[in-house]
């Protein structure tokens, strides 16, 4: 089985700022979130976790994972999307002609920002990582749990559900809600 999870919340989510590779650890409503999450969750047989190495997500796995023998991988494929020079932006979404919301609002027209990852990039890496590490994995029926971000994690359950590129956020997961995808 393949399972994916979003990180707990930040207080960036809480103001809805761009956070992207910016390192933003969790915030105490986010260390519950992950509590609970690993409460919740804990009769679900994992065999390994991939994490992406950002504060945030390693938090939430460490949190899920708390008191389980299940090794935790860190792997930079695992990033989430590059905001470039708007990381840190509050509510870009309510910034006229904000070139980054093109991200949100129509990503196959999305042409990256100054120091800013496109889908393309995004898509080559996760897929990457998907081919090397998680199909072998599953080859062996290995149980695996990603821990990620947003929009990395869309880019995985697109590329695993065949879900195209203008319905890129439909595939969206909440914060510590696990979603098994194969």
Same mark, same amino acid.
């Given at each position: 089985?393949?399972?994916?999870?979003?990180?707990?919340?930040?207080?960036?989510?809480?103001?809805?700022?761009?956070?992207?590779?910016?390192?933003?650890?969790?915030?105490?409503?986010?260390?519950?979130?992950?509590?609970?999450?690993?409460?919740?969750?804990?009769?679900?047989?994992?065999?390994?976790?991939?994490?992406?190495?950002?504060?945030?997500?390693?938090?939430?796995?460490?949190?899920?994972?708390?008191?389980?023998?299940?090794?935790? $991988?860190y792997d930079? /494929?695992?990033?989430?999307?590059?905001?470039?020079?708007?990381? %840190?932006? &509050? =509510?870009?979404?309510? #910034?006229?002609?904000?070139?980054?919301?093109?991200?949100?609002?129509?990503?196959?027209?999305?042409?990256?920002?100054?120091?800013?990852?496109?889908?393309?990039?995004?898509?080559?890496?996760?897929?990457?990582?998907?081919?090397?590490?998680?199909?072998?994995?599953?080859?062996?029926?290995?149980?695996?749990?990603?821990?990620?971000?947003?929009?990395?994690?869309s880019s995985? $359950?697109?590329?695993? /559900?065949?879900?195209?590129?203008?319905?890129?956020?439909?595939? %969206?997961? &909440? =914060?510590?809600?696990? #979603?098994?995808?194969?």
């Amino acid at each position: 089985m393949l399972y994916i999870m979003r990180h707990g919340k930040t207080d960036w989510n809480a103001i809805h700022k761009l956070q992207g590779r910016t390192d933003i650890p969790l915030n105490d409503e986010g260390r519950e979130m992950a509590k609970a999450a690993g409460s919740k969750y804990q009769d679900v047989h994992l065999d390994i976790c991939f994490c992406s190495p950002l504060i945030r997500a390693r938090e939430t796995a460490q949190l899920v994972l708390a008191g389980r023998d299940v090794p935790v $991988v860190y792997d930079e /494929r695992l990033l989430e999307m590059s905001f470039g020079v708007y990381e %840190g932006t &509050e =509510n870009s979404l309510q #910034i006229p002609n904000c070139p980054i919301n093109v991200c949100f609002q129509n990503p196959s027209q999305y042409m990256p920002v100054e120091g800013g990852e496109g889908f393309d990039e995004l898509f080559a890496r996760t897929g990457s990582f998907l081919k090397e590490m998680v199909d072998p994995l599953l080859k062996e029926n290995k149980d695996i749990l990603i821990v990620g971000h947003g929009a990395m994690n869309s880019s995985i $359950v697109c590329q695993v /559900r065949g879900i195209p590129l203008h319905r890129f956020w439909e595939a %969206g997961i &909440e =914060n510590c809600k696990l #979603i098994r995808l194969v």
